[in-house]
């Protein structure tokens, strides 16, 4: 979730890029850079931290003679988040700089390959590599283009690359491949961006470029081209009538819900690279993992959304990879002198990797001599530097306050850590790694409905002042999540239980005006959680029971509003019912005229005790 900008005009480039760079701190980053060619050379200047610090560097630095350039916000995957790693990066012989969003799968490959020719490089990142293989092929090619494509050809993986040369300085060269690139189409400027927000003061004529296209845009013209083949691509120009700020949300009308339906994208992103389909077998690749013995007890440790992302994938890890594996509140976790036998391991969840208790919980664990797995979605960050093994979540930056992709990437990669164990094992479960990548395309097909359900059950419920969420085995801790989001975003005071919890106090509650929000899919505790709604039934509670069809067939539950799934693996139908949750949370916060992006009270990321 990097920012890129690009400009060929005849406006001062540098400060044009700033001002772009900075309508894309949204985003979320850890370091900044720019580079612009100046006197016959290509200048970089990148700094760690915030664009002020980038800001301070180039005041002293002269720029005025540059009308093209690109600029780059780093959101960190590859190497730490320090001034070496930042973007944009130079070939070996500084004859061009790249700036680059998404992951090159097979830069150890070409990095070991450029290496033994003689090159050296500066950096940790996948994104010099790629630098270094466009120089090398250009001295093989007949023209930067060709060379410019024969290297994209060789790097496999997602990447969105915006490229200029000394050699042909009012010239962008750009391509995309499973990441977000565009086009702005000025006059006597044109602009390449992630994002529309970079250049929206400048133009709103958008060309929205697809994977595997190569675009060379100069200052008052532009080509589109196939990447295999070179050959020309014929593109419409889109008008884009949003203002800034609808822009920067991709025309939602908050950051929650616009990341809530990026949660097809946030899982590809997962499974990008982890999951080999070759000619002979499916599989599942984690390197990380390889080095670590397959634990005799995992002990899982986190707080809010992480924990219930830690609830919910206990069972698969149990059942799935044969782990053993305890939970724990990262915050009771110290307190209690846990016991951690030498051939246990703990893994802790954290979506920042900055959060206190969770990191404590982790010192704890390396102090018992303990092996620990970090789970976390920000490279560099405090846990992801102390863990031996860290796995990283892949779903980019979170702007608004209440966590969504963050729980289903994590879940995802819980998922794939199951699977990996099992492999592990000589266990096989293809029809569950099967239903795990059909999911981007299940939830893509989903969620506009799920959106417009969400709306209509808000408005229904709204004068609910409190609210029960009840679910067995997994949707137990879907059910603490749903509870968690309902109560965080509208202030509405509710309770997460497992079912059979029920008759044990809180069913005392039930009545007219305490509705119930059930998790009934389709598993092997589908019985018993439908007599578990009888219950409530029996008392006048108001219940939303959330199901699945099974061959077309509705369950017979009788309940006041019945929302439908669609049918899938056991396993997988947490992903189908995760949004679900989030979406009625959001548009009872939303229909009440609550601060959704920024509820009251609540933090990010909890950094201190």
């Not at 397959?294 to 059942?319: D, F, K, M």
């Not at 036998?341 to 703990?346: E, F, G, I, N, T």
């Not at 419920?461 to 801790?477: D, E, M, P, T, V």
């Not at 009934?520 to 409530?536: H, P, T």
Request: aromatic letters at 6%; charged letters at 20%; proline letters at 5%.
């Amino acid at each position: 979730m990097c920012g890129i900008i690009g400009y060929t005009g005849h406006r001062p480039a540098v400060p044009l890029l700033l001002e772009g760079l900075h309508r894309l701190e949204y985003r979320g980053y850890d370091s900044a850079g720019v580079a612009f060619v100046q006197q016959d050379k290509i200048s970089i200047v990148k700094s760690a931290g915030k664009l002020s610090a980038l800001e301070a560097k180039l005041a002293d630095h002269p720029t005025l003679l540059a009308t093209s350039g690109i600029g780059h916000t780093r959101w960190a995957t590859h190497g730490l988040p320090v001034e070496k790693n930042a973007h944009p990066h130079l070939s070996e012989d500084g004859s061009i700089a790249i700036i680059h969003n998404g992951i090159i799968e097979n830069f150890l490959e070409i990095k070991e390959e450029l290496l033994a020719a003689g090159h050296t490089f500066l950096s940790d990142t996948d994104t010099e590599v790629l630098a270094h293989l466009i120089g090398h092929e250009i001295q093989n090619s007949t023209s930067i283009l060709e060379a410019f494509s024969h290297a994209l050809k060789k790097a496999s993986g997602a990447y969105a690359v915006v490229m200029i040369a000394k050699e042909d300085p009012n010239t962008l060269y750009a391509a995309r491949m499973s990441a977000p690139l565009l086009m702005g189409v000025g006059t006597g400027e044109n602009f390449v961006a992630s994002d529309i927000p970079a250049f929206l003061p400048y133009t709103r004529e958008v060309i929205f470029l697809d994977d595997a296209e190569i675009a060379v845009v100069k200052t008052d013209s532009w080509k589109i081209y196939s990447l295999e083949g070179l050959a020309p691509v014929q593109k419409s120009i889109s008008h884009i009538p949003w203002d800034m700020q609808a822009a920067a949300k991709d025309g939602y009308k908050h950051f929650m819900l616009k990341e809530i339906m990026e949660q097809p994208r946030v899982i590809t992103d997962c499974l990008s690279g982890r999951v080999i389909n070759d000619s002979h077998e499916m599989r599942v690749q984690l390197h990380e993992l390889d080095g670590l013995p397959i634990p005799r007890r995992l002990h899982i440790v986190a707080c809010g959304t992480s924990y219930n992302a830690g609830l919910w994938g206990r069972q698969l890890l149990e059942n799935v990879g044969g782990i053993p594996t305890d939970l724990d509140i990262a915050s009771e976790f110290r307190y209690r002198s846990p016991i951690l036998l030498p051939d246990d391991a703990v893994m802790v969840i954290s979506q920042s990797g900055e959060t206190a208790d969770t990191l404590a919980a982790l010192r704890l664990a390396k102090e018992k001599g303990c092996p620990v797995i970090g789970l976390c979605n920000v490279v560099g960050s405090s846990i992801a530097r102390e863990s031996d093994v860290v796995l990283y979540t892949q779903a980019g930056p979170e702007i608004s306050v209440a966590s969504t992709k963050a729980m289903c990437s994590q879940m995802t990669l819980i998922t794939l850590m199951a699977l990996y164990f099992a492999q592990r094992r000589g266990r096989k479960n293809d029809p569950l790694l099967h239903a795990l990548c059909l999911l981007p395309n299940q939830l893509s097909e989903i969620l506009p409905s799920l959106k417009k359900t969400a709306e209509r059950l808000a408005i229904a419920f709204s004068g609910a002042r409190n609210f029960f969420y009840l679910g067995r085995g997994q949707c137990h801790a879907l059910a603490l999540e749903g509870a968690l989001k309902l109560k965080e975003l509208s202030y509405i005071h509710a309770e997460g239980y497992a079912f059979g919890e029920m008759k044990h106090g809180p069913i005392a509650l039930i009545d007219h005006d305490f509705p119930t929000f059930a998790l009934a899919l389709n598993n092997e505790l589908f019985s018993k959680v439908r007599s578990n709604i009888q219950e409530v039934l029996a008392r006048q509670g108001r219940i939303i029971a959330l199901v699945q069809a099974e061959d077309g067939v509705l369950p017979d539950l009788n309940v006041e509003e019945m929302w439908v799934l669609p049918p899938s693996h056991p396993a997988t139908a947490g992903f189908l019912a995760l949004p679900a949750l989030q979406l009625f949370s959001y548009a009872m916060a939303d229909y009440l005229g609550k601060d959704v992006d920024q509820p009251r009270n609540l933090a990010k990321s909890v950094t201190v005790e």
